[in-house]
Each structure stands twice: as C-alpha cells, then as structure tokens.
C-alpha cells in the first residue's frame, strides 16, 4: 500500500505528496502529459529532443545540472510515445534546490540556440548508437508502421528519420513548450521524509505564480480496426532471421488490458512459459522467443518475438506458433497455470514498492491514468483475472486479421 | 514571488548511518551476511561462488554458468523454472571477472521451498544432452549478435590486451567454443568451481533466524576449502590499436590503465579524480564531449575493482568521423587537470554530489547490503566509508592536479577503438 496526498494549485498543476519517514533522500517526480504521439508527422521525434532541451538552461537559471549537483543531488527523464518523465534525487534537506530547478523550467526554458545545435548533434548520436549501430536496432522503425496506419504509434519516440531532428527549428521548439510545458499538463510527485504541510508551503511558493494555460485537448487520429493480415520481410546484414508477430490490444485503461499482459506472459515471460518450452525447448525451433505488451495508453501492441535457429524457415516456425495460439483460445487455462503467473505478478509488485522512486513514478503515472490509488489496486485487478477472461481476451487477440508480422532475413556481408 | 535567480541554501551531507548486516560463519573462510530490516515481504538471497569467467579458459566459465539450471536426471530445465516460477520466484545469474552469482528474488514465505529447488538443481546437474545442445545453440547466437557491436568488440579486445600477461584473465570467447559439448571439461569445472567453488552468501529479508540457519545447512555444503587466491601483478604495454568494422556509423571506444586495488591509500581520492573527470552527467568528459561538441551520446569513466588491483577505463561510442577529435579532446582534459588546479567551486560541487550519492548508495537495506558487500568482499570494513567521508570533504585541488600527474599520463594508456 502506497500512501498518498493529492492537491491541486490554482494555476492547474497537480501535486502528490507521498510520506517516507525511512529514507533520507526526497525525490521529485514532474510527468509531462505529452509523448511522441503528440507530434506531427513531419516533425516527428520532438517531445524527445525536447527532452533533452529541458536540461539546457531555463529562464533564470543558466545550468540545470549543476546547482541539483551541488545540492547532492542527480536527475534524468525519459520520453515514451505517451509521456515524458522527469526525476530528481536529493537529500532530503536539500529539496527545495529541486523544487527551484523544476518550476523555473516549468516556467520557461532559456531557448539558446547553442543548446538546441549541440542537443539536436546528441540526439543524431542517440539515434546512430540504438538504432542504426545494433543488429536488429531498426526493427522498430519498421515495425511500428506496419503496425499502425493512423495512429501517431506509427513512429518511434526517436522520430522516424534523423531529418526530422536535423532540421528542427527554435521556433518550432517554443511552439511545442508553449503548448505542453504548463502546470495543467503537469504531475508533480514529491516523496520522501516531508510533511503535507511543508510540501504545501515549498509548492505553493515555488509553483504558485507560474501563469496557468489550458490543457491541450488531444485529438489523435484514431486507428482503424485492422481487418486484413499484414506482413513485412526486411534485409539485414544480421547473424540469424528474426521474427517479431504483433498483436493490437486494448487500451491501457480497460480491464482487458491487464488479461492481456497475463497471457503475453503465459506465452513467452520465463523459462517455463508456453513458446518458450515448446520453440525453443522441444522444437528446437528458436534461440530465443519472448513475448510482452508495450504498455501504451492508447491501444497498444501484444509482441512475440525472437530468433530462428539455422535452417528453420519462417514458414516452419509459422505453422508451430498458430496451433499454441489457438491453445490458449480453445482451452481454459489451468489453475496451476493461471495461479503461477499470478504468484509472479504478485512478487513484482511487492519488488517495485520497495524504491522511492519507483513510487514516486507510479504514483504520478496512474494519476495520469485518473487516480494515483489505481497503484494500489492494480494487484487486486490482476488477481481478480478468470480463466474465461483469459480465454475470451486471447480470441480477440490471436486472429490472422488482427496481426502483422515483421520478419528480418538475414543476409551476408 | 521567490527570488528565481538564487539556488536556496543547500546543506552538506554529513553524517551516514551504515548499518553492518548480521553475520554468520558458514565455514571459517565463507560468510553469510544477513540484513533483517525489512519493511515488506521481499527476500533476495546471493549465492558467490569462484567462477568468474577468468576461472577457466575461453568461454568454459560462461557455459558452465548458463548450464547451471539446466535439468538433473530427474527434472528438464522447462520443469525446474515451472516449481520456481510457481512460487512466484525469480531467479538472476551474472557472472564477472572473478566471480559469479545466482540470485533468488522472492517473497519470504517461498525462500525456503524455492531454495531447496536451486540447491538440488545445482547439485544433481546433470549436463543432459538436449539441454547442453540448446545452450550452446543459445550462446553462439548470441555471441554472433554481439560481434557485430562494436561496443562489444572493443571491450573484449581492451581485455584481452590489459591483461595480456595473464593467459586466463586475457582469455575471450570463440565462435568455435560453442561448436562442441566438452561435456568432460564442464563437468569437472562444475564439482571445482561450484560444488566446492561457495565463497559467500548475502541475504535480504526479514525471516527467522532459523531459516538463516537452514539456508547455511542448505548451500554450507559447497563452501571452498580455504581462502581463494587471484592473480595479480598484471603487465599490459600502452599503445593504440583499431579493430576494423565496416557498415557502422559509431565507433566504440574503450581506454584504460591499471591502478590499484580498494585498499590502496590513493583510492579515494582518485574517486574524487574520477568523478571530476568522467564520473557524473557535469563531468568534464560529458560538458566537453557531449554538452558543448555534441560528439556523442555518452562518455565516462569508472574505476573497475578487482582483488588484487583496481584499473581505470574511459568508454563512450562516437560518431566515426569524429574518433580523432574525440580522443584528441579526451588528451585535452587529461592534460588540464594536470596543469591546472580545479576550481574550489568545481572541487565544491563534486564533493557535495558525491557525499549525496554516498547517502543514496546507502538507503535502505538492499542498498546497504550491497554497500557493505562492496567493502567486505576486499577484506575492508564499514570504517572505509567513514573514511570516504572525511576524505572527500577534505580533499584540495593540490592534491587533485598530483593524483592527475601520477596516473593520468596520456601515453601510460590503452587504447583500443572498434569500428
């Protein structure tokens, strides 16, 4: 159980305030609701780049990093195709340094052109070193439009091609600020040995004058149901073909959603699931095969995924992996089965409660989601899965219609 | 409104509390350490035994180490993960230099069903052929994957020519390593480095003590006679050498020299080098590399432990065209910090981080298990931390600019790019 406060200030913004008497270190957790899936088409990887912008200088403060350093503390963040995170860990008795950093950055950013040249250059290398530098680096680049067709999902958060970083401009930077970095697009967790009435006093003192705008209204381009099977061979100089069969799935607030992670984990999670034993175990089929969920807000992907052994074709693995498909459509699930992945669901959880900062983040994501106490119901939820959801949820999912499939053949040097 | 443009007041970290686990004598030379305070349900237990991947040649310690869950006589692999997932277990594997580790994640009421599962899995392997010809299917994919990384190529090489006086810690792996079951040779690695090979136990969670005591009945059995000697006194020759990779757009970049093992008087006061020079996001390797030339996305550097020696390595991957201004920066940086004394203000900062995250590696009873492992495992106390502490704050730029002079000779170093 993750004990909480929530307040809001007048300007908009969101405030959790989460009590650890235990630790002596604070963390503040800032979610943008804004990711990649807020971007246009033609300026795709943006929410990303500005990411790293956000670390460049703000309105009154030249450097970011170093008065949080010199508090004693570190930061980072993140960007997803649905939000953007950002973390600071400190000593306790220094969290007002992180409390300044934050909304003088929430205020507005320092826009000098030298950050934007040299940010714009780290994230072509970013990109050179995931992406186009590793065997099998690109096959999301590749996979997320076969995928998806409308949907904003169709790029990476890395953005579809360095161009689109290339030659974005300071004004498009200020644009995307004006429109997303705001108290009312704002989450703001801080946790640690701090009482709810000092939280109230350093917020509202240092979020308190930020001037409120209106929370953009996103209207996305819905993806149409997908009603034909699709599929996508590449060439790659890799070592060995690989495989990557995607599945859409249901968004990340319906109940749905949390069958579907159970059944992605009964199909390839450990070394005792389905695929697993059967592909790669008896078959001999593969090297490696994993099955997982992306995890997106909106309607995301079930992924199965893995590596051939030498002179299996596609078609050979293709015509063993549908028959344990249908399994889990036909049959209902055993209860030793469905109690195991339950159990594993069960120890994660107690795992994640134990960081401050793995709180602090939960917290503000599922307030994103509606309310921060979904966190503390989410074991609940997954524990309450029956067999026949199981059952049904796997027939709205393993259908030839409602899959594309993604295979890199490997080709010599 | 708040006066925006003056960071508050920020005080430093002084005072740590440093808890010591709870220890138990397995054997006279092996350890269980124990930390009980534990405020949910969680266990993690570690298993250490004398089989890192310079215990053996090529990648016999590798395969041995993927092997180790891999069936008895009466258990496929598939059935022993099927009791421990159901359980709700987890299990970690990782092996290092000069040792490997099984680790149980779990919740307390499981550790000892879940144990007794592993101990019986590692005492009866039975090396099957099916799973043994699966493993090594496993591990040449792989390791085909990861020649093509030049990340990976550099940082085998780095080894094999650091240690290139010793032919065990030099050793990497082949292609044809995975081309043939030794099933001879993994065995007797196995009764050597496993069932004899136990070197220590840590434990977090909040059982009973006599479940301490039967996890120490339980996995006692394979305690090493004796205390585990490692090499040490390695000779390398400093000198720069490319390995050729078509088709990439970075090159991996991996540079280094020995120093000294975590006993030695200078180690602290290096890590303040250290942190200064590549160690943290503000360092001078990231502001130069990364936040003024944009030549990468991320360089650093790291003082690598061992149990006779330390030594010290800078890593980044870069654009290709700009391999030789990067090094040509990094010679820069050396040069700086040995001809100009750091700023008190710049001295300030890192002392303040560094104490900062001193706090953190120390937050709660995972934290500080690893914290005292990290310490034990070289025969030193938790009084190096209280050192540490005293160090750091009273460290000057004088002796920052010697330290430099000393170990950070731009021609003392290795120098191996990938790509």
């Known amino acids: ?413 | 409104m708040s006066v925006r443009t003056k960071q508050p007041e920020t005080k430093q970290v002084d005072h740590i509390s440093f808890v010591k686990p709870h220890i138990f004598d397995v054997t006279q030379d092996v350890k269980l350490l124990w930390v009980k305070e534990v405020p949910n349900e969680t266990v993690r237990l570690d298993l250490f035994f004398d089989a890192g991947i310079t215990r053996g040649n090529k990648s016999l310690p590798a395969i041995v180490h993927s092997l180790l869950l891999s069936g008895t006589k009466e258990l496929s692999s598939v059935e022993i993960h099927e009791q421990i997932d159901s359980l709700g277990g987890f299990l970690d594997t990782d092996i290092s230099f000069e040792t490997a580790v099984v680790s149980i994640y779990c919740l307390r009421e499981h550790v000892r069903q879940i144990s007794n599962i592993v101990a019986n899995a590692i005492q009866n392997l039975a090396f099957r052929e099916n799973e043994v010809e699966d493993v090594l299917r496993s591990m040449r994919q792989q390791f085909a994957v990861n020649q093509q990384k030049v990340k990976y190529v550099a940082q085998q090489q780095f080894r094999k020519h650091l240690f290139a006086s010793n032919a065990d810690y030099a050793t990497i792996s082949e292609e044809s390593d995975y081309d043939e079951a030794s099933v001879l040779a993994y065995k007797k690695y196995w009764k050597q480095h496993y069932l004899e090979g136990l070197t220590r136990i840590t434990l977090v969670g909040d059982l009973e003590v006599d479940e301490v005591d039967a996890l120490i009945d339980l996995f006692g059995k394979w305690a090493v006679d004796g205390k585990v000697q490692h090499a040490g006194g390695f000779k390398f020759q400093a000198q720069r050498i490319n390995f050729p990779k078509e088709d990439t757009v970075q090159c991996a970049l991996r540079m280094g020299r020995f120093l000294f093992p975590k006993s030695h008087p200078d180690y602290i006061d290096f890590q303040v080098l250290n942190t200064i020079l590549g160690d943290y996001f503000g360092s001078r390797l990231m502001s130069n590399i990364r936040e003024d030339k944009g030549y990468t996305y991320g360089i650093g550097s790291g003082m690598m432990d061992m149990n006779q020696t330390g030594y010290f390595v800078i890593v980044t991957e870069v654009g290709k065209e700009v391999l030789d201004l990067t090094l040509h920066e990094i010679k820069f940086e050396l040069e700086r910090l040995q001809n100009e004394l750091v700023s008190d203000d710049e001295l300030d900062l890192v002392k303040n981080y560094m104490l900062g995250q001193l706090l953190k590696s120390a937050d709660g009873p995972y934290a500080m298990l690893d914290m005292y492992n990290s310490v034990d495992m070289y025969d030193l106390t938790l009084a190096f931390y209280d050192e540490a502490i005293q160090k750091i704050k009273r460290i000057s730029p004088a002796r920052i600019q010697e330290l430099a002079k000393q170990y950070l000779n731009f021609e003392d170093f290795l120098i191996i790019t990938a790509g």
């Open chain 1, 1 to 413: 159980m993750i004990a909480f406060n929530r307040f809001k200030l007048e300007n908009g913004l969101t405030v959790l305030h989460h009590f650890d008497s235990t630790t002596p270190m604070a963390v503040i957790n800032t979610l943008y609701d804004v990711g990649a899936r807020d971007e246009s088409e033609e300026k795709t990887g943006f929410a990303h780049l500005f990411e790293h912008l956000m670390f460049g200088g703000s309105v009154n403060i030249p450097d970011f990093d170093s008065p949080l350093q010199r508090a004693g503390g570190e930061s980072n963040a993140f960007t997803s195709n649905d939000i953007t995170n950002y973390y600071n860990v400190l000593p306790i008795q220094n969290i007002e340094t992180a409390l300044w950093l934050e909304s003088d950055r929430m205020l507005s950013l320092a826009f000098t052109p030298k950050s934007l040249e040299v940010q714009r250059n780290v994230v072509i290398e970013e990109f050179k070193q995931r992406y186009l530098n590793q065997p099998y680096g690109d096959v999301w680049l590749e996979l997320r439009p076969l995928a998806y067709h409308k949907h904003p999902y169709k790029w990476a958060t890395i953005g579809k091609n360095i161009q689109h970083i290339e030659e974005a401009t300071m004004d498009d930077v200020k644009a995307f600020f004006k429109a997303h970095y705001h108290p009312a697009n704002a989450i703001l967790c801080i946790a640690g040995n701090i009482s709810l009435e000092e939280t109230k006093r350093l917020v509202d003192k240092w979020y308190g004058d930020i001037p409120a705008s209106l929370k953009p209204e996103r209207m996305l381009p819905k993806e149409p149901v997908q009603t034909e099977y699709r599929e996508l061979t590449i060439e790659r100089k890799v070592p060995n073909d690989a495989f990557y069969y995607s599945f859409k799935m249901p968004e990340r607030k319906s109940f749905e959603y949390y069958v579907t992670d159970i059944i992605s984990d009964a199909l390839g999670r450990e070394k005792s699931s389905r695929l697993y034993s059967k592909l790669k175990k008896d078959l001999k089929l593969v090297t490696s095969i994993n099955a997982y969920i992306t995890g997106s807000l909106d309607e995301g992907l079930l992924i199965i995924d893995g590596k051939l052994s030498n002179d299996v074709t596609f078609e050979e693995l293709d015509k063993a992996i549908w028959p344990l498909l249908e399994d889990i459509k036909k049959e209902l699930m055993s209860e030793a089965e469905t109690s195991k992945l339950l159990n594993k669901i069960r120890t994660v959880k107690e795992f994640q409660e134990q960081g401050l900062l793995n709180r602090a983040m939960n917290l503000s994501l599922y307030e994103l989601l509606g309310d921060a106490n979904g966190v503390n119901e989410e074991n609940n939820l997954y524990q309450s899965i029956t067999a026949e959801q199981i059952k049904t949820v796997a027939n709205q999912l393993f259908k030839k219609e409602n899959t594309s499939l993604l295979r890199v053949k490997s080709i010599k040097e």
